[in-house]
Structures are given as structure tokens and as C-alpha cells.
């Protein structure tokens, strides 16, 4: 498996546009999840999904970011208008349970953000 | 609610040393710790775990222990090589699918 999949790995953009990172866990995976990374606030869990359906969102810091999963192999994470202080690295993971134990989670490379 | 601390923030450690970072918890729920390494513009990669049922694991160099009556839980590096330079990031899950992260500690290990 190639492990979990992020692109684009870098972005630019400017204030105001919108942005869209996506992610493609690894096959069999049933958790997804979307964190934020900076020097300020560390890791942060933004949101998560189980099998398709969103559980947790309240670490989605406004209205102006939205994620989705249409489907088990793929997710987006969408902020618009995009502002200087959403620069960060995103990184998307995924894991499985079985019987009921935590397993490990599978980071992506992340996406570097950069909103000028 | 729910919150993990972790110190030191940075540690510099000799060659040879041994590293210990240290993690506390506030629900005693948690049933889940593992630990992240992150080296310098890559991913987290999980090093190691423990389960609140067992009260320590080693893998090679690496150790974690775990107190549950004190709500907290340590890593270890023995020996450690300059390879072992990263940030290390603890995190802990109650009963449920996230995990939270402490803020992380940088470790250099000078030659």
C-alpha cells in the first residue's frame, strides 16, 4: 500500500481564495482525520470521520472551513476565503479498529499552506 | 476537559545519554498512549505504544511507562544517536476514536 495520500504537498495562495487539500487514506481504513500543524499550536485535530460520516468537527477553528467524505476512499478539507493565520501544514490520517482496540494512526505527508 | 501536557518542551541530550519526556493526562478514561517521532519536515510515525492494562513496553532503546493512579506516562531513549534528534509527541485517547497531542518536545542529540 502506498500509505496515505495528500495532495497538493504545497500551496500558495493569496488572502481570500478558496483552498481545497484532499486525501486519500489507506485502503481498509474505517477512521479518517484532519489535523493542523504549527509552531504556536501544535497538532490539532480538526476534524474526523468513521466509515464516510463525520463524528467530530469542534476543532474546526470557523465556518470557513468545511470537510467532506463522499466516499471510503477519499476526503477534503475546504477553507474559504482562505486568511494568512490558516497558514499552517495539514495533515490527514487514517486507522482501523479491531475488537474494539485503538489501532495506530497513519499520517500523510501533509500539505503546506501559504496564504499571502 | 480533556488535555495532555508534556515536558520538557526541548531537551539536549549527549550522545550515549539517555532521554526521558514526560506526559500527564487529566481523564482517567484514557486507555490508549502512544508516541510520535517527527523528524524535520516529515510526517509523525508512531514509535511506540501502551495500553492502560500493561504498565510498561521496550522496544530496543525505546521505553514507555505508564502510571495509572498518577495519571501520567513517560519515554524513554537509552543510548541515544544522533538519529534519535526530533520532536517527540505523546498523546492519549478516552474511550473514544481521537487521539489528543501534547505539544511536543524537541530532543537534540549532539555527537
Known amino acids: 500500500d502506498a500509505g496515505v495520500i495528500q495532495s497538493p504537498r504545497h500551496e500558495v495562495t493569496e488572502m481570500g481564495q478558496e483552498v481545497t487539500l484532499r486525501c486519500k487514506p489507506i485502503s481498509g481504513h474505517d477512521y479518517l482525520f484532519w489535523y493542523r500543524q504549527t509552531m504556536m499550536r501544535g497538532l490539532e485535530l480538526l476534524i474526523y470521520f468513521n466509515n464516510n460520516v463525520p463524528i467530530d468537527d469542534s476543532g474546526m477553528p470557523e465556518d470557513r472551513f468545511s470537510a467532506k467524505m463522499p466516499n471510503a476512499s477519499f476526503s477534503t478539507l475546504k477553507i474559504q476565503p482562505s486568511e494568512p493565520r490558516d497558514s499552517a501544514v495539514y495533515f490527514c490520517a487514517s486507522s482501523f479498529w479491531t475488537g474494539g482496540l485503538y489501532n495506530e494512526q497513519f499520517f500523510g505527508p501533509g500539505t503546506r499552506l501559504t496564504v499571502l | 476537559g480533556e488535555n495532555v501536557e508534556q515536558h520538557p518542551s526541548t531537551l539536549s541530550v549527549q550522545e550515549g545519554d539517555s532521554a526521558v519526556i514526560k506526559c500527564t493526562y487529566s481523564d482517567s478514561a484514557s486507555n490508549y498512549f502512544p508516541w510520535y517521532k517527527q523528524e524535520l519536515g516529515k510526517r509523525p510515525q508512531l514509535i511506540i505504544d501502551i495500553r492502560s492494562n500493561v504498565g510498561e513496553k521496550k522496544d530496543q532503546r525505546i521505553a514507555v511507562t505508564l502510571n495509572k493512579t498518577a495519571k501520567h506516562f513517560s519515554l524513554h531513549i537509552t543510548e541515544t544517536q544522533p538519529e534519535d534528534s526530533a520532536v517527540y509527541f505523546c498523546?492519549?485517547?478516552?474511550?473514544?476514536?481521537?487521539?489528543?497531542f501534547g505539544t511536543g518536545t524537541r530532543l537534540q542529540v549532539f555527537p
Open positions: 498523546a492519549a485517547s478516552w474511550d473514544t476514536d481521537k487521539l489528543i
